[in-house]
């Protein structure tokens, strides 16, 4: 939830009655007195399961992945716990999770535990080994596949770029009759979102593109930011927990407007403004970091607990640090950035590279009160680092009940005239002669 929604909602609370925001007065306090024992007695036996985080002698309470960690592993899919890897002795939260731990993982909570496969010769899985019959059905499956020929690389720790992509596509096998257009339209080399431009995007960007939409990476609070981790970084297991439990519960209705990146177009672009998109793109997936700037720990700027950006941050990398343009140390936040922009740009006058602001009145916000900022990319889209995506995402300004659009506020050009200029239209064949 962004800052907007939740100041919205907490207005809305306040100007509820008591009895409606969960106090009770009246004789409705004397009727639950009364039928406190029965409710009481009703809890008891319909309570779910403990979670077994609490079996767990390496999972104590102050451990942040506690309940997805309880919740994943409560799942017992024929005859085993989801990502129980060490039979209930320990979870070990922070240790790598392996290739191997990872398959095993995709296999069962798809259900696939059974699926017959004709085995593929791997020389480093041979049939005696724990995990073998996991490894060749994730591999029939398609969620994953081999690092080189004939080779899985079992002990070796899985990344978190290839975890989500084994992930988007277990949910994709969950839902087939979805449109999953997306993943070919944006991939790298294909897309094209105009005639003009293939942005070198990652390996890695349409995949990660799906998780962010999907909701599979966890937004550390900022005492937290140094545990967040790059798309190219190793996934630890408390993370796989997360991912795994939001997963295996990702609504229909998501999966389903996951269509809306289908068609991701661009306006025709000039030569700077292909440079500044091209850059930014290359970090979709870069978690959010309270007051990050840099994609390293190692800014000019000081120390940060990981690399990553907050939403002003990666504005800040990308045109101030990146590109020269001049935005002083004092505008370092969105807000003072927001309070710079002369003339402030409207909505309908945005082109491709423009800061764009968002605050709770929309057009009618005070430039202290602007909460967010991103960089346009053009008809609608934009880029931006948020910690409701969990870092560094792609979003529209045209999508319809969100905030993105009813909040957006304005725009500021720090583009000269002469990065704005488009390239000529190439000329039009000459029409070929006519042959008697």
Known sequence: MVRAEW???????RRRPRDQRGGVTGPVSRRLFIL?????????LLRPTVARA???PDVGSSQWARTYIGWVTD???GGRNLL????GTAFRPAQAMTRAQLARALVMASGNQAKPFTPRELIDVPEDHPYYGDIQRVLALGFMGTCADREFRPDQAAVVW???RSLVRMIRAKYPKADWSMLSALAPGKWQPNDDWRPPVRTSFPSEVAARYFGLRFNHPASQDKLERLPTEVLRRDHAAYAFSQALRVPAWRVSSLSRFNEVKLPLLSARQKEILGFALRYEGYPHIYGGEYPTVNSPYGLQAHGGFDCSGFVWWVMKIQYGYPIPVTQRTAAAMAAAAKPRITRAKLRPGDILFWGPKGSASTASSIYHAGIYMGNGWFIHSTGSSA?????????????WKTDF???RRLLTASDLVLPSPSPSPSPSPSVN
Request: charged letters at 15%; zero cysteines; aromatic letters at 12%.
């Open 54 to 56: 609490l079996a767990y």
């Open 391 to 403: 870092g560094v995402s792609i979003a529209s300004l045209n999508w319809d009940g969100w905030s």
């Open 36 to 44: 406190a024992p029965l409710l009481l007695a009703s809890l008891i």
């Open 162 to 164: 290839q975890a989500h």
């Open 7 to 13: 100041t919205r909602n907490r207005a809305s609370q």
């Open 84 to 87: 129980d890897d060490f039979q």
């Open 75 to 77: 799942q017992r899919i």
């Open 409 to 411: 506020a304005w725009g």
